[in-house]
């Protein structure tokens, strides 16, 4: 088996405010081979997309961060600017939330995507241009000669995703990392973009880091899904393995809490209750006591760690995993 | 067997450049500046009396065939002096704010994305200079480098800085927390790239309608500094000197405190139509936002 692309190495993120430092990823362990697609799934501010800002180096300055961030056998957290930047938009390649703004307002598509091109491929004005019109091209955009031509807000947004797709494919990126690629669009575009990402990436053989707090988009698309809490992997798996049997109270409530076509109306949702913890006040014990239907005296003093299951691959945290409860209840 | 035939033909229009009605006044304010840059441009061809000429048995004269728009108060000729008070106060009206555009604009630019302790010291050399009177500056400066129009543009064009900084380093604090400056750097952008590509064309855009403001803002100045005595030293005509000039006899010949003023008042005014159909134009966001 050959090396990972990407390996977080015990990566943290702490974040100072006024109110003390905010530890927003706390020591995480993940690794991702060429080819493979990682789902990071988590409610908003567990973390997820301070990881992927770790990762791409794009932390704001204050942030403080340890660990190694092993990518293609370089750290790149001791990696200097110059060589980053180079590496960012050719390797490791991203695509952001939302296409309103992620897209600049007053470029038309055409500069926006050939300047990437020709800062990295190093290709001249016409080479660049054609490549442009490949590119939108295979993210079906029709007509893509005429659309280099117009402004982003001259698109709707399934469009612009598409576009800033493109843009990310466009110097063939190793990693490509989809922070919530779909959650300002239309349910219906929605499918349609993962599908475009999953094509690509089969096509490219790349890797992917599909973020986002909808565990349907990761449950036919990602080969491995990493669930996260409060900064921690809180259980991780092989994607089939997940859904056949989750072992960590905090999956179970975030899959309950996806609304359901057969449920009858007027049936409220099963929401988690309660908030996540205060990141700047860790816990003593696990962080998802607090809000756990199964926790015990036990979870609120000790820390619960990583450990294996029976499945080879698939880690949870927690002491009382799903299935254990049930044989205690019967 | 039948085969189902879809025909994918997505028609998607060329981008449509709208021609939309500018407007009369539009058109009536580009022709006047027209008329007035040529005139002034062409001034010293043209077949006009010199503007210097006195001619002190002629004082004050009517408008006739010798002198269409009569003579001042030294009896020189009131058409030529206001032609050539309008290179005057065009060029300083011009190049003033351009100073203030591209010395304030590059400081704000950078302060704004670039934060920490170059922005303390812009903002406050900036603040310092704001605080400043600006009359004693002026005073200061033709004290010591003498009355002329260079050192009359720099004044104006030093005192125009804070303001372009301002407007410059706003936009840029609200566009640099944007999400793709932060996807420009994830694509591997430089940060000049990002100033210079990114950045500028976003900031540029209330960039140039302020300078068109500043444009007006300083031909008022200007006629204001000479009116008081710091503006173009005193033979030379500017539309201010001349309203300054006219003040002296404004019972007996109001028309040559009046004359400069409408120049003033018309050129001033077509300057904003303009500008803002412009802007309106050229901005690719309409409708975005």
């Known amino acids: ?330 | 067997m039948a085969t189902l035939e879809l025909s994918m033909q997505d028609e998607v229009s060329a981008p449509i450049r709208r021609r939309r009605k500018l407007g009369l006044l539009f058109w009536l304010a580009s022709i006047w500046l027209i008329v007035i840059l040529t005139l002034a441009i062409l001034a010293p061809v043209l077949p006009l009396q010199n503007p210097l000429d006195m001619d002190m048995l002629e004082r004050r004269a009517a408008f006739s065939g010798e002198h269409w728009l009569g003579t001042d108060s030294l009896g020189r000729d009131e058409l030529a002096r206001l032609i050539f008070g309008a290179r005057v106060s065009l060029t300083v009206g011009l190049i003033a704010p351009m100073i203030g555009l591209a010395l304030g604009g590059a400081l704000g630019l950078l302060a704004g994305y670039f934060r920490g302790r170059f922005e303390t010291l812009v903002v406050g050399s900036m603040d310092v200079l704001l605080a400043f009177p600006p009359l004693i500056f002026a005073l200061a400066v033709t004290a010591y480098l003498g009355q002329s129009i260079p050192n009359l543009t720099m004044i104006l064009g030093v005192l125009g800085i804070p303001a372009f900084m301002r407007v410059a380093r706003a936009a840029t604090l609200t566009l640099a927390r944007r999400e793709f400056v932060i996807a420009a750097e994830a694509l591997g952008a430089s940060h000049a790239r990002i100033l210079l590509r990114e950045l500028l064309p976003n900031v540029i855009l209330p960039l140039l309608a302020f300078f068109l403001l500043g444009v007006a803002v300083t031909i008022v100045v200007e006629g204001a500094l000479s009116f008081l005595g710091l503006g173009v030293p005193p033979p030379m005509a500017s539309w201010g000197s001349m309203i300054g000039e006219g003040r002296d006899s404004l019972d007996v010949a109001p028309r040559l405190a009046f004359l400069p003023a409408v120049g003033l008042f018309l050129t001033v005014l077509a300057f904003n139509l303009v500008g803002d159909t412009m802007r309106a134009l050229t901005d690719p966001r309409q409708g975005a936002l």
């Open chain 1, 1 to 330: 088996m050959s090396a990972p692309l990407l390996t977080i190495d015990n990566v943290a993120v702490e974040l100072p405010t006024p109110r003390g430092n905010l530890r927003a990823v706390d020591h995480v362990d993940l690794s991702l081979e060429a080819g493979r697609t990682l789902g990071i799934v988590g409610e908003s501010g567990c973390g997820k997309t301070m990881l992927s800002r770790a990762v791409l180096q794009l932390l704001p300055k204050k942030a403080k961060l340890t660990g190694r961030v092993m990518f293609d056998g370089q750290d790149l957290v001791r990696l200097d600017a110059e060589r980053l930047r180079r590496l960012r938009g050719r390797d490791l390649a991203v695509v952001f939330q939302d296409p309103m703004t992620s897209l600049n307002p007053v470029l038309t598509i055409g500069t926006q995507l050939m300047e990437t091109i020709q800062e990295h491929l190093e290709l001249d004005a016409p080479a660049a241009r054609k490549r442009s019109i490949e590119l939108l091209a295979a993210v079906g955009i029709p007509a893509p000669e005429q659309r280099l031509a117009q402004y982003p807000h001259q698109c709707s947004g399934g469009m612009r995703q598409r576009i800033a797709i493109a843009i990310a494919l466009s110097c063939e990126p190793k990693l490509l990392i989809a922070d919530e690629p779909t959650t300002a669009l239309d349910v219906t575009i929605q499918a349609q973009i993962l599908d475009l990402l999953a094509r690509e990436q089969r096509r490219r053989h790349m890797a992917m880091i599909i973020i986002t707090h909808d565990l349907g988009v990761v449950a036919g698309r990602a080969d491995e899904v990493a669930v996260m809490y409060a900064g921690r992997v809180v259980e991780r798996a092989p994607t089939q393995a997940l859904f056949k049997r989750m072992h960590m109270p905090y999956t179970e409530a975030l899959l309950a809490a996806i609304p359901k076509l057969d449920t009858a109306p007027h049936t409220p949702l099963p929401a988690i209750s309660g908030r996540p913890p205060d990141p700047t006040r860790p816990l003593r014990g696990c962080s998802f006591a607090p809000r756990c239907r199964y926790a015990v005296e036990h979870c609120r003093e000790a820390k619960p760690e990583l450990k294996s299951a029976e499945m080879p691959g698939h880690l949870y945290a927690c002491f009382h995993p799903i299935q254990m409860v049930e044989e205690i209840g019967t």
